[in-house]
T-cell receptor, first 115, second 115 residues
Framework: GESVGLHLPTLSVQEGDNSIINCAYSNSASDYFIWYKQESGKGPQFIIDIRSNMDKRQGQRVTVLLNKTVKHLSLQIAATQPGDSAVYFCAENMYSGGGADGLTFGKGTHLIIQP | KAGVTQTPRYLIKTRGQQVTLSCSPISGHRSVSWYQQTPGQGLQFLFEYFSETQRNKGNFPGRFSGRQFSNSRSEMNVSTLELGDSALYLC??????????????FGQGTRLTVV
């Protein structure tokens, strides 16, 4: 079946630098995408989402970019802080018209912030 | 307001036994989804319940089942446990179906170990 994947399992950045986490998806029917952050011992935490009718959305220190042509999703984190250290997952939801299909998650990227 | 509550947090069971996990969603949320998280397979969708009805099911065997009560609380059951069922089971609640683009809030999960 189709799935969402991530390009890198681990990303190490210096504190204060910007981070970019990438995600590739294969399901062209997906219309809703979400980024989650999961810290050790906790459940995933919603960061930001984007619908397929948009190509960019900004939040507080985070920006999600969606390129439907190449089926690519990215999460940009500005001025990374130690608290940003976590595993980041992209997820897609496909609404098939017949009902909800649940979220399909990528494998995750472990973001490490170097002091 | 209180977040998503999952009980128990940790569980150890023997192969062949069955287990029931519980999830209390955020007050007012009508959708509850369940996910299995393992190091090898990542986060995988199990099922989503809305207004006491299962709206969709992931690619898991029939040993995995669930239900939702009138107060939106949900339980999932795994029968005839196998070693491979060892995982973190996560519950997520949302106001509406996730396919409608509503934010999903995750609980901390139940860590199930099958020995």
């Amino acid at each position: 079946g189709e799935s969402v994947g991530l390009h890198l399992p681990t990303l190490s950045v210096q504190e204060g630098d910007n981070s970019i986490i990438n995600c590739a998806y294969s399901n062209s029917a997906s219309d809703y995408f979400i980024w989650y952050k999961q810290e050790s011992g906790k459940g995933p935490q919603f960061i930001i989402d984007i619908r397929s009718n948009m190509d960019k959305r900004q939040g507080q220190r985070v920006t999600v970019l969606l390129n439907k042509t190449v089926k690519h999703l990215s999460l940009q984190i500005a001025a990374t802080q130690p608290g940003d250290s976590a595993v980041y997952f992209c997820a897609e939801n496909m609404y098939s018209g017949g009902g909800a299909d649940g979220l399909t998650f990528g494998k995750g990227t472990h973001l490490i912030i170097q002091p | 307001k209180a977040g998503v509550t999952q009980t128990p947090r940790y569980l150890i069971k023997t192969r062949g036994q069955q287990v029931t996990l519980s999830c209390s969603p955020i007050s007012g949320h009508r959708s509850v989804s369940w996910y299995q998280q393992t190091p090898g397979q990542g986060l995988q969708f199990l099922f989503e319940y809305f207004s006491e009805t299962q709206r969709n099911k992931g690619n898991f065997p029939g040993r995995f089942s669930g239900r939702q009560f009138s107060n939106s609380r949900s339980e999932m059951n795994v029968s005839t446990l196998e070693l491979g069922d060892s995982a973190l089971y996560l519950c997520a609640s949302s106001l509406d179906l996730i396919s409608q683009g509503t934010e999903a809030f995750f609980g901390q999960g139940t860590r199930l170990t099958v020995v």
